[in-house]
């Protein structure tokens, strides 16, 4: 407990009416409580954990990801996939043992922990549905350019704005070297790429060594925050089309001075 908690020296006597063994204990229960730092590491540490379990199970179906949600009476955990009918198993069956798994590994009380299955709306703009399916592509012995070029071409068809995929590794030869293959616009920096580009890293392991897959994929702007960001660039330019200019109106002519028919001329 450091110097705080010492014990009585002979300087130092306890308070009238209370034990110094009093102290300690209230001094250990003031410190089960985690601190703020302590819990955003544990929920860190839950969080990858849970995503690399989920990733390695559920690969095959389209696994895109994971959200945690913390009510007070439950945990929510709400896995993202393209194929939720694998995911969810015959009757619900295969999604039940997934949440006695996560309960039993991570120490949940009974009935505290829920897992849910949501389908993801357009499977071309996830980076982690299309890693993965680059990486059957190449495991089932698909030429890597031809593999590359077709993801490259549905990602784009569906409405992308841009994407790339670079690929590493032991590709014909021995000699280890590195492909891109991209298409449209991308951007790499600043604050729109937290909004803006989806990027998944997966690694195929090929009978020649170790594949390095890396998908990076920059979506479209969805004004309903649908199939792409609600918010949109800051160095977008909107055109607006002109208005229709009303015809300005001629003033009538008027006589300034003189008599009707009767000018300079006149006189």
């Not at 120490?107 to 993801?120: D, I, M, Q, T, Y």
């Not at 990486?135 to 549905?154: H, I, P, S």
């Not at 616009?185 to 803006?196: D, F, R, V």
Request: charged letters at 30%; hydrophobic letters at 35%; one cysteine or more.
């Amino acid at each position: 407990f450091g110097s705080r908690f010492r014990g009585p020296t002979p300087h130092t006597r306890p308070p009238p009416g209370k034990d110094w063994s009093d102290k300690v204990c209230s001094a250990m229960a003031s410190q089960a409580q985690i601190s703020k730092k302590r819990k955003f590491v544990a929920d860190g540490v839950f969080y990858a954990e849970l995503n690399e379990f989920l990733m390695r199970t559920l690969a095959e179906d389209g696994y895109a990801g994971v959200e945690v949600r913390v009510t007070p009476i439950r945990t929510e955990i709400i896995i993202r996939a393209t194929r939720t009918r694998e995911v969810l198993g015959e009757k619900g069956r295969r999604i039940r043992e997934l949440t006695a798994v996560v309960q039993k590994r991570f120490g949940f009380p009974e009935n505290s922990v829920e897992l849910f299955a949501e389908r993801v709306e357009n499977r071309a703009s996830c980076a982690m549905a299309q890693c993965e399916s680059l990486r059957y592509k190449l495991l089932g012995g698909l030429a890597v350019r031809r593999a590359c070029y077709g993801v490259v071409r549905f990602i784009m068809e569906n409405g992308a704005k841009g994407c790339e995929v670079v690929i590493s590794g032991k590709l014909r030869a021995q000699r280890a070297k590195a492909m891109k293959f991209r298409d449209g616009y991308l951007i790499s920096t600043g604050e729109p790429k937290k909004h803006y580009i989806d990027q998944a890293v997966r690694h195929v392991l090929m009978r020649q060594g170790v594949l390095g897959i890396k998908v990076t994929i920059m979506l479209a702007h969805d004004p309903e925050g649908r199939m792409g960001p609600k918010l949109p660039m800051p160095d977008n330019v909107v055109v607006h089309e002109p208005k229709e200019e009303v015809p300005v109106m001629q003033p009538a002519a008027e006589n300034y001075g003189g008599y009707e028919g009767q000018g300079y001329e006149g006189q």
